[in-house]
């Protein structure tokens, strides 16, 4: 089968490592035939008041790529994160179903922010690039039963907003504005693009 990364000069020569455990990442990267193997970081996300949710976004990518960078200088590390964002505030994953009820009750009726932060490192050649994608969310409002049928579908675990657009989350948005993968996690026609300049000598 031809894949669109045929057309990418250089990326045969190079092994590409995914530093991310997140299986929606890996599972959007696979579909796409993008050749990489898994390396997960150990860092440990921040989340402080003294940044803004773009710069928590990007930096938490960016230790991510740069810790497992260091351990395979030689290869091209992608790394990522995504954080949901209410009127500047940061909704991270639910802390239990009540967690999850409060923010799916904050989220009802409106619009939020999906940022995704996308880094690709290699450090053997000296070369690191981060960007950041946006995609409005607009959810409709929901009932109480209609959020806690949706708690128990148990999609909410691990998931920032307690939602998950790819799975019956797609049943509580009204409309997005953007990048649909980019709310799964990763923004792969942007990727593209950034990936045939980064790997231009």
């Given at each position: 089968?031809?894949?669109?990364?045929?057309?990418?000069?250089?990326?045969?020569?190079?092994?590409?490592?995914?530093?991310?455990?997140?299986?929606?990442?890996?599972?959007?990267?696979?579909?796409?035939?993008?050749?990489?193997?898994?390396?997960?970081?150990?860092?440990?996300?921040?989340?402080?008041?003294?940044?803004?949710?773009?710069?928590?976004?990007?930096?938490?990518?960016?230790?991510?790529?740069?810790?497992?960078?260091?351990?395979?200088?030689?290869?091209?590390?992608?790394?990522?994160?995504?954080?949901?964002?209410?009127?500047?505030?940061?909704?991270?994953?639910?802390?239990?179903?009540?967690?999850?009820?409060?923010m799916l009750s904050r989220l009802s009726g409106r619009t939020h922010q999906v940022y995704t932060a996308f880094v690709l490192n290699c450090k053997s050649k000296g070369k690191r690039y981060a960007e950041i994608v946006s995609t409005d969310v607009r959810f409709r409002s929901l009932s109480e039963r209609e959020m806690w049928s949706y708690i128990n579908t148990g999609?909410?675990?691990?998931?920032?907003?307690?939602?998950?657009?790819?799975?019956?989350?797609?049943?509580?948005?009204?409309?997005?504005?953007?990048?649909?993968?980019?709310?799964?996690?990763?923004?792969?026609?942007?990727?593209?693009?950034?990936?045939?300049?980064?790997?231009?000598?």
């Amino acid at each position: 089968m031809i894949m669109l990364f045929s057309l990418i000069n250089g990326l045969e020569n190079i092994d590409i490592i995914l530093a991310s455990a997140s299986p929606r990442r890996y599972e959007l990267l696979k579909s796409i035939g993008l050749p990489f193997k898994v390396v997960e970081s150990r860092i440990e996300e921040i989340f402080s008041d003294e940044y803004g949710p773009q710069e928590i976004v990007e930096i938490n990518a960016g230790r991510k790529g740069d810790d497992v960078a260091e351990k395979y200088p030689e290869s091209l590390v992608i790394s990522a994160d995504t954080i949901v964002v209410l009127n500047d505030a940061v909704m991270g994953k639910p802390r239990d179903e009540k967690d999850a009820y409060r923010m799916l009750s904050r989220l009802s009726g409106r619009t939020h922010q999906v940022y995704t932060a996308f880094v690709l490192n290699c450090k053997s050649k000296g070369k690191r690039y981060a960007e950041i994608v946006s995609t409005d969310v607009r959810f409709r409002s929901l009932s109480e039963r209609e959020m806690w049928s949706y708690i128990n579908t148990g999609e909410i675990v691990d998931k920032a907003g307690a939602y998950a657009i790819q799975g019956q989350g797609a049943l509580l948005i009204d409309k997005i504005n953007g990048d649909f993968f980019n709310v799964v996690g990763f923004p792969l026609s942007r990727f593209f693009v950034v990936l045939t300049d980064f790997l231009k000598d």
